[in-house]
């Protein structure tokens, strides 16, 4: 009985940590990732040294113009660079959807991220539902918001 108590507390722990989790954009605003409830996240991961991130820019632009109203789509640089560097390099690159300053991969229980670009999909309810290694397209960003399932 102990046992499943300490396991069921954990859960609890891990669900409030995740509720919890802070996303900051360039701009220093924070928002919560359980305010996002309701709305598709995908969290890109992407350098400017990278040829397939930079590739992909183009189709994930258009696919947050398309969808930007139930879907939040944010950049996070994989080599962490100053605020200011990163507001360059996306001005130069025209990345057009919002960027994090801070990596929100370790609150979220992203893992290891051993490459980019990967975009990692969470459905409405908050839920990881998708990663997706090498650059993207339109088709295969519309294509992970309605294969899955809302459970």
Not at 2 to 11: A, G, V
Not at 97 to 120: C, H, K, N, Q
Request: with cysteine; proline share 5%; glycine share 8%.
């Amino acid at each position: 009985m102990r046992r499943l108590t300490l396991i069921f507390l954990s859960l609890i722990s891990l669900a409030a940590q995740a509720s919890s989790v802070l996303l900051t954009d360039l701009h220093g605003e924070k928002k919560s990732f359980d305010s996002l409830r309701g709305r598709w996240v995908l969290i890109n991961y992407w350098a400017g040294w990278c040829q397939p991130c930079v590739d992909e820019i183009g189709e994930l632009n258009r696919f947050y113009q398309q969808k930007k109203d139930k879907v939040s789509l944010y950049a996070v640089n994989f080599d962490g660079l100053p605020v200011s560097e990163q507001v360059a390099l996306m001005a130069k690159l025209r990345i057009k959807y919002p960027a994090l300053s801070e990596d929100p991969g370790p609150d979220l229980g992203l893992g290891y991220i051993r490459g980019v670009p990967v975009t990692f999909v969470f459905n409405p309810k908050g839920k990881l539902t998708d990663t997706l290694y090498g650059g993207q397209t339109l088709a295969s960003l519309n294509k992970a918001i309605t294969d899955h399932p809302l459970h």
